[in-house]
């Protein structure tokens, strides 16, 4: 099993900048996408970008030219570099990885972090 753990959420105000990370730990060999969701509060939970272990990124349209994902192999981490940050980007987001393994391909999620955007 994964196990996901994010960091790095809080409260920012209009215009700035965050950086949320999240380490996986377990049977972190399987690993192959990672990925960052959020869920504001009364809506759905919405993918924000995704990266593959290659490093091929994508992001959903909300955040495209404003937030970056990276990832370190080495250290089993997936980093989100939020910037000019808007109060609708305020929700609790969550880290996800895709896992190969002997049953096929499953998933783990994160417990979820805050991200407030406010004055």
């Known amino acids: 099993q994964v196990q996901l753990v994010e960091s790095g959420g809080g409260l920012v105000q209009p215009g700035g900048s965050l950086r949320l990370s999240c380490a996986a730990s377990?049977?972190?060999?399987?690993?192959?996408?990672m990925a960052w969701h959020r869920q504001a509060p009364g809506k759905q939970r919405e993918l924000v970008a995704t990266?593959?272990?290659?490093?091929?990124?994508n992001y959903g349209d909300s955040v495209k030219g404003r937030f970056t994902i990276s990832r370190d192999n080495a250290k089993n981490t997936v980093y989100l570099q939020m910037s000019s940050l808007r109060p609708d980007d305020t929700a609790v987001y969550y880290c996800?990885?895709?896992?190969?393994?002997?049953?096929?391909?499953?998933?783990?999620w994160g417990q979820g972090t805050q991200v407030t955007v406010s004055l």
């Open positions: 990266i593959t272990s290659g490093g091929r990124t």
């Open positions: 377990g049977s972190t060999v399987g690993i192959t996408t």
């Open positions: 996800y990885c895709n896992v190969q393994g002997r049953g096929g391909l499953t998933g783990a």
